[in-house]
């Protein structure tokens, strides 16, 4: 199996399709970018300004917010759950960055590479193949600072300016509280992301040094099927890096709340995660496909 094989084919030839086919594709992918990139950089917008409002709130005000609720229905609609407002209020940004990902992640595909819809069989619903041109190492390990940059700013420098007397400290109990929350979900999801992007890379790099070494690996269907199904269906690795990341780097704001026993108990759970995590993902090679592809189930 060599790097630029794809043991997965398309789930039917693709009509020959004319000179202006890919450069119809990769203008939708271009403007699935730009509508994803400013849906994130609104959302990040948003998270500066509830942070900053939560810290100048009065009491009276921050109270009220927190003390309304916001009602929605959760497990597929048979569940009515209630939230606060202030939770509300802080998972705004996110819902926006969630948004943005579902243009991003597809506009991205489009740019590099193909789509291909797979045939329904039984009880399997529709799923699509991406077929794209993997990152270069190099491009791969500066995007994984984008996200260490965000934590950096969200718990990093907030915790030594707390630690120097600077802000936040001096905020009264309810708002302190409100802007450490939002510090600590965003810094979570930040570092958390960092772990994924790192494993990922980590995981390219093995494969490619695997595919040096056994240049004339034929790749045989009936095995694999394991890895298969935990490296390149579901990427449970990169789900246990991903929440050993978030435990790692949100665990510290504990260090400014006399939760020493916390930050000693998330920081080890949370190597454990992104340790497992590296080490599953260390074996793709045997799932049997190659780097750039990815399949969705529904």
């Known amino acids: 199996m060599s790097a630029a094989s ?60 927190a003390n309304r609720t916001v009602t929605y229905r959760a497990e597929f609609g048979f569940v009515e759950r209630k939230l606060s407002g202030l939770s509300a209020l802080i998972g705004g940004p996110g819902i926006l960055l969630l948004t943005a990902m579902c243009f991003l992640i597809p506009g991205y595909l489009r740019r590099r590479g193909t789509m291909h819809g797979l045939p329904t069989s039984g009880l399997c619903g529709g799923s699509v193949l991406a077929i794209y041109r993997p990152l270069a190492l190099w491009a791969h390990g500066l995007w994984s600072l984008v996200p260490l940059a965000a934590w950096a700013l969200l718990i990093l420098v907030p915790l030594r300016s707390m630690a120097g007397g600077g802000w936040p400290a001096g905020l009264r109990d309810e708002n302190s509280t409100a802007v450490w929350l939002a510090l600590g979900f965003y810094g979570a999801v930040a570092s958390g992301l960092f772990a994924v992007i790192v494993t990922s890379l980590i995981k390219k790099a093995y494969f490619l040094a695997w595919l040096r070494r056994h240049p004339d690996t034929q790749v045989d269907e009936r095995k694999g099927a ?8 579901w990427r449970f690795d990169l789900w246990l890096a991903g929440f050993g990341g978030a435990l790692i780097g949100v665990c510290w704001i504990g260090l400014e ?10 920081s080890l759970t949370g190597l454990v995660l992104l340790l497992g995590g590296i080490a599953v993902s260390l074996n793709y090679w045997r799932a049997g496909r190659p780097l750039g592809a990815a399949i969705s189930n529904a």
Do not use: H, K, N, Y
């Open 226 to 233: 394991f890895w298969r199904w935990v490296c390149f269906t």
């Open 257 to 266: 709340f006399d939760g020493q026993q916390f930050v000693v108990a998330a």
């Open 6 to 65: 794809s043991p997965i084919p398309p789930a039917a030839p693709a009509p020959a399709a004319p000179d202006a086919a890919p450069r119809a594709r990769s203008m939708r992918g271009l403007v699935l970018l730009a509508i994803g990139s400013a849906l994130a950089l609104c959302g990040m917008a948003l998270l500066a300004v509830i942070i900053v409002g939560t810290a100048t709130l009065q009491t009276e005000a921050l109270a009220r917010i």
